[in-house]
């Protein structure tokens, strides 16, 4: 399979990124969860539903690993694309889209929204779903990253949360960047606006 993807149907312009298999990488991974949360007893591991399983011999619970979701925002004006620089480990000093994890109780939409304005001051309006990339890049990092296109509605661009820069930068000529699928990311965006997709 290309590395650009499948397209989304019924969502013109909205593919997957690459769906090739990564390593085994989690943010918390199986071997790692040792007692119940529920009984608060030592958990073994058992074949349960196709896979060994951390499960509870007192009261039956199994530890399932859910993915960790992230919203990124594609922010484009004058051929030039906003991006952030990390404070944080990985990839610290390093730009990225504007971009953080999905909490459990809010929508995608509003996700990206609340990223985008605690790392650059900006409210925006989402005005796309630009692609869904399932790869975790790093063992903190997420499985599944919603990328979205927006565009700014008010706010004065400032840095804030976890970024201590931003700004906007030519598509062309980029800082060095945080992530492989941000420069991913921005690539297939110059060959969908330069009509080569």
């Known amino acids: 399979m290309d590395n650009r993807g499948i397209t989304l149907t019924g969502s013109p312009g909205c593919s997957f990124g690459s769906l090739d298999s990564s390593p085994e990488v989690s943010s918390m991974n199986a071997a790692e969860v040792r007692f119940c949360v529920r009984c608060g007893s030592e958990l073994k591991p058992e074949l349960r539903f196709g896979k060994l399983r951390p499960t509870c011999h007192q009261c039956g619970w199994i530890y399932f690993p859910d993915p960790k979701v992230a919203?990124?925002?594609?922010?484009?004006?004058?051929?030039?694309?906003?991006?952030?620089?990390?404070?944080?480990?990985?990839?610290?000093?390093?730009?990225?889209?504007?971009?953080?994890?999905?909490d459990?109780?809010?929508?995608?939409?509003?996700?990206?929204?609340?990223e985008c304005l605690e790392e650059t001051g900006l409210k925006i309006r989402v005005t796309s779903l630009l692609e869904v990339i399932a790869r975790q890049e790093h063992r903190r990092g997420a499985h599944l990253l919603l990328v979205y296109r927006g565009e700014i509605l008010s706010g004065e661009l400032r840095p804030g949360d976890d970024a201590d820069q931003a700004g906007f930068f030519p598509l062309t000529a980029l800082p060095p960047l945080a992530f492989e699928s941000t420069a991913e990311i921005i690539q297939r965006f110059l060959e969908s606006k330069d009509g080569r997709r």
């Open 71 to 102: 919203v990124a925002v594609l922010i484009c004006q004058n051929d030039q694309v906003l991006l952030v620089r990390r404070v944080n480990e990985p990839y610290r000093g390093r730009w990225t889209l504007p971009a953080g994890f999905l």
């Open 104 to 114: 459990a109780d809010e929508a995608p939409v509003a996700a990206v929204a609340r």
